[in-house]
């Protein structure tokens, strides 16, 4: 049984795509079965492993749309024991279709991972930037969230809407879902903004902070030029050592 | 005849809101009448000068679901020559309506517009992270388009699909649309990977892109908690700067 976790925030460009990516490698250098699923028709995942979206046969659009076996969207990585879903929508005719198809049925996306959890210990979700029915969907599939909250802006306004986004999903559709941890993202432990944000939002969020936070490094802005997780690259770096401490933390819990 | 400019890019956190904010309040600065509309329904524009989007009486939800008189959302800033309309859709299902409204009639946002152009010279619409209908219906009440990328990734594969979408626009519904131009933002001047992308996107896009880039500098990120426009409270900040020298270049065109 398989824990899916969904990486979302309505907001751009807070390293959700760089969070599921890096985390799912970590989980899997530490030898437990990861999957991460593009739902986020922006490609960012099939960028992140250097698959061109639109030339994949089979991805998360043909899962969705024609209804087939997940089995066959799945691909397999550089990384033993990490497996990719990637976003294979073409255009926005094609995006429009996926959300009406998840718009119709709220629980598609939670059947068809259910097709393939026994193979997989943790499944992430990347999210796109809205709070829309894609992102909906993968709230009802999740058994827990994770929000990125990027260490140079901190709006309560924009996670209480989250939040009550993810208290509404519960209440109708997904009774256990619940909050995995708020990882700050891009941290810049050297200025007061940074040590700022953290402290506003331990005090709003109290134990859900995650301990780890992830430092701003370019090496984590190149790794989608790399084509590859960050840990493949350059092991040593700040952020490859981040994701792998977020890694434990999360699989110890 | 004001110019409408969208501000577009479906990645996220790329600098869309910032560039909107900056660029309306450097045009006010230099004497010209500007007005910022938050099309984006996460508030960016409303947290930037300090207004909750879900407390203002009237906005871009009222003036396009329930059609009241685009004069009635417009609201005045600290700046003079400075207005803005903010996003006041307070809930997913409003996000739904307002959604709908331009799906069905995508002229709606031009007309609405239409009814203010007398009093301004420059119109900036901050766009949400996303090709969807809000995307839409800003490109087609545009004159141009101006798309920010980020100086630390840039996909080529992404600005095709908007390219593609734009070519879309312009071919069934505004026949003048143009590229206003490339925007370099968040630039680290100092990194292999800032002067790479650079590079990058000149070959890709040649005189398209802006002579001004922006760099990265906490001080921008600092501007939404300071709610209000960098000019504001760093008049000599290297961000008040470049957006001021990015005023320039588009007024005198
Ligand atoms: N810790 C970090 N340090 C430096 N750059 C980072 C870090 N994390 C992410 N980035 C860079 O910031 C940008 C945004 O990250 P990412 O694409 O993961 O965010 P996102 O939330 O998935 O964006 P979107 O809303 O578009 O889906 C990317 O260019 C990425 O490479
Ligand atoms: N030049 C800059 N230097 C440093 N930080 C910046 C710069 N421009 C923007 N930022 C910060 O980066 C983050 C993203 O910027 P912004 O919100 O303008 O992007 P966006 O494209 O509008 O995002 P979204 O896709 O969510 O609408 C914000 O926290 C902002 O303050
Ligand atoms: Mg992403
Ligand atoms: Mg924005």
Same mark, same amino acid.
């Given at each position: 049984?398989?824990?899916?976790?969904?990486?979302?925030?309505?907001?751009?460009?807070?390293?959700?795509?760089?969070?599921?990516?890096?985390?799912? +490698?970590?989980?899997?250098?530490?030898?437990?079965?990861?999957?991460?699923?593009?739902?986020?028709?922006?490609?960012?995942?099939?960028?992140?492993?250097?698959?061109?979206?639109?030339?994949?046969?089979?991805?998360? /659009?043909?899962?969705?749309? $024609?209804?087939?076996?997940?089995?066959?969207?799945?691909?397999?990585?550089?990384?033993?024991?990490?497996?990719?879903?990637?976003?294979?929508? +073409?255009?926005?005719?094609?995006?429009?279709?996926?959300?009406?198809?998840?718009?119709?049925?709220?629980?598609?996306?939670?059947?068809?991972?259910?097709?393939?959890?026994?193979?997989?210990?943790?499944?992430?979700?990347?999210?796109?930037?809205?709070?829309?029915?894609?992102?909906?969907?993968?709230?009802?599939?999740?058994?827990?969230?994770?929000?990125?909250?990027?260490?140079?802006?901190?709006?309560?306004?924009?996670?209480?809407?989250?939040?009550?986004?993810?208290?509404?999903?519960?209440?109708?559709?997904?009774?256990?879902?619940?909050?995995?941890?708020?990882?700050?993202?891009?941290?810049? /432990? $050297?200025?007061?903004?940074?040590?700022?944000?953290?402290?506003?939002?331990?005090?709003?969020?109290?134990?859900?902070?995650?301990?780890?936070?992830?430092?701003?490094?370019?090496?984590?802005?190149?790794?989608?030029?790399?084509?590859?997780?960050?840990?493949?690259?350059?092991?040593?770096?700040?952020?490859?050592?981040?994701?792998?401490?977020?890694?434990?933390?999360?699989?110890?819990?």
């Amino acid at each position: 049984m398989a824990k899916v976790i969904a990486v979302v925030s309505q907001k751009g460009g807070v390293g959700k795509t760089t969070t599921a990516v890096n985390l799912a +490698a970590s989980i899997a250098a530490l030898e437990a079965r990861a999957l991460v699923v593009g739902i986020d028709p922006q490609c960012g995942v099939s960028t992140s492993f250097g698959k061109d979206g639109k030339s994949v046969s089979y991805g998360v /659009y043909n899962m969705i749309y $024609h209804d087939i076996p997940t089995t066959e969207a799945i691909l397999n990585t550089d990384i033993q024991f990490l497996d990719v879903i990637v976003n294979n929508t +073409a255009n926005p005719e094609e995006e429009d279709q996926l959300v009406q198809a998840l718009r119709k049925d709220r629980f598609k996306l939670k059947d068809k991972l259910a097709e393939i959890d026994k193979f997989y210990d943790y499944i992430l979700l990347d999210c796109p930037p809205a709070l829309n029915s894609l992102t909906i969907s993968s709230m009802i599939a999740a058994n827990s969230l994770l929000v990125p909250v990027q260490g140079e802006f901190f709006s309560m306004d924009s996670l209480g809407k989250l939040l009550r986004a993810a208290r509404e999903v519960a209440k109708r559709y997904n009774q256990s879902l619940f909050i995995e941890g708020f990882l700050l993202t891009m941290v810049n /432990y $050297h200025t007061n903004l940074g040590k700022k944000i953290s402290e506003n939002l331990k005090r709003a969020m109290g134990d859900k902070v995650f301990t780890t936070s992830i430092p701003r490094t370019v090496r984590l802005a190149e790794a989608p030029l790399m084509k590859k997780p960050i840990i493949l690259f350059d092991i040593n770096s700040s952020g490859s050592k981040a994701y792998l401490s977020l890694a434990q933390e999360i699989m110890t819990k």
